[in-house]
């Protein structure tokens, strides 16, 4: 297995991100060389956001400091959660829309709540307990599924330490097994087909007026799924207004993307340091919805 990462982490070297491998081994047709890739992404993401790697190894190039959580989300949070006899929920007009294959949203939600979850599925549940509000397009890590049935790689209460973490991963290691196709990862690319969580984001983008985008460079392998959410975005009512919020937002591809961008695109480069959240949702109309 470690083979098989230090192999994945090359060849995201080589070709430029493990997304541009991943749509290789895809247009490929191989099959098992892509569930060994998925799974191998999910676990990295697993340790990663346990705290389990040592990133002061890690060049940070200028990026800031690593943390197991961002803290901008809990700034954020803070403003788009309310109150709830049961737990803290998102307000009803606010839905979140993510390629990331990672959880910090949700694990700086739980972070709002008075016990944290026993599960990954227990903690999705609680964050979409009314409306799906937090999409992820490519899937997330962690998480299996065997027909309809949801199961984590590893048990959520196993992650006390690198150890144990990996000692269950052996134990799993037959269910794993790219040869298992009744057991297919969460990890599910949107180009692979048309999936379930892209109707549902092109649907809540139809619906939605005011388009939050946060620290996204619309790399090219997204970039027809991309064009067809906007196309959904801009099919509806003509009050809309889009924020992208990027250092390095990239002006030729805003413009090639929507449709009038220098009346309804605000590029945000230099205010960083908070994820955006819209003036409209600190003074709300009727009707606004929003897409993070």
Known sequence: ????????????????????????????????????LKKCVSVYFDLWESNFLDCSKIEN???????????RYFSLLSVLLQSDEEAPQFHSNVSFITWNYDLQLEKAYETFLKEKANTLYELNKKVNRDHRKVIHLNGYRGVFRNNEEEFEIVEKSRFSSSEIYLKEILRNRDKLDSKNHSFQNSIR??????????????????????????????????????????KEFESGSDNKRVVYQDPNANEDIVNSLFSNPKKNVLLEKLNTDQFYIPHEFLSPSKGDRFVI
């Open 61 to 71: 190039k200028g990026r800031r400091k690593y943390r197991p959580i961002d803290k």
């Open 189 to 230: 690319y949107a180009w692979e087909l048309e999936s379930e969580s892209l109707n549902q984001a092109k649907a809540i983008m139809k619906d939605t007026n005011i388009l939050v985008i946060i620290g996204y460079s619309f790399p090219a392998f997204n970039r027809a799924i991309d064009q067809a959410l906007i």
């Open 1 to 36: 297995f470690a083979n098989k990462m230090d192999y994945f982490g090359k060849k995201a070297l080589d070709f430029g991100s493990i997304d541009i491998y991943a749509k290789r081994l895809y247009l490929l047709n191989d099959k098992d060389g892509l569930e060994d």
